[in-house]
Nanobody, 127 residues
Framework: QVQLVESGGGLVQAGGSLRLSCAASGRTFNSYAMGWFRQAPGKEREFVAGVSRSGSNAYCADSVKGRFTISRDNAKNAVYLQMKSLKAEDTAVYYC????????????????????WGQGTQVTVSS
């Protein structure tokens, strides 16, 4: 298994930026497709962004496209979510997730496909 720890959340005003980090344990980080999800109270867990094992393919949900960027650094066993132009509706707990896909290039968008999850980090955007 892999242990995932998110960091970087906090309180930010609308229009501001945050960078979330997800640190993974283990020596096989490049074996995992990675994703960011978020969940607001009373809502389903929502896909935000995903990146393939290789880092070559990435995809963001329409709600954040153009504002959020996902990236990974396999040498550091880390995945990042750069968030800019934050809106109040971005307020949620953000979770890092990992999946043991055999594909180097697949981006997974369904939370049910992921095997491991971090504890989450709160992002609150004030308006």
């Amino acid at each position: 298994q892999v242990q995932l720890v998110e960091s970087g959340g906090g309180l930010v005003q609308a229009g501001g930026s945050l960078r979330l980090s997800c640190a993974a344990s283990g020596r096989t980080f490049n074996s995992y497709a990675m994703g960011w999800f978020r969940q607001a109270p009373g809502k389903e867990r929502e896909f935000v962004a995903g990146v393939s094992r290789s880092g070559s393919n990435a995809y963001c949900a329409d709600s954040v496209k153009g504002r959020f960027t996902i990236s990974r650094d396999n040498a550091k066993n880390a995945v990042y979510l750069q968030m800019k132009s934050l809106k109040a509706e971005d307020t949620a707990v953000y979770y890092c997730a990992a999946d043991t896909t055999p594909s180097l290039f697949a981006v997974l968008t369904d939370h049910r496909q992921y095997d491991y999850w971090g504890q989450g980090t709160q992002v609150t955007v004030s308006s």
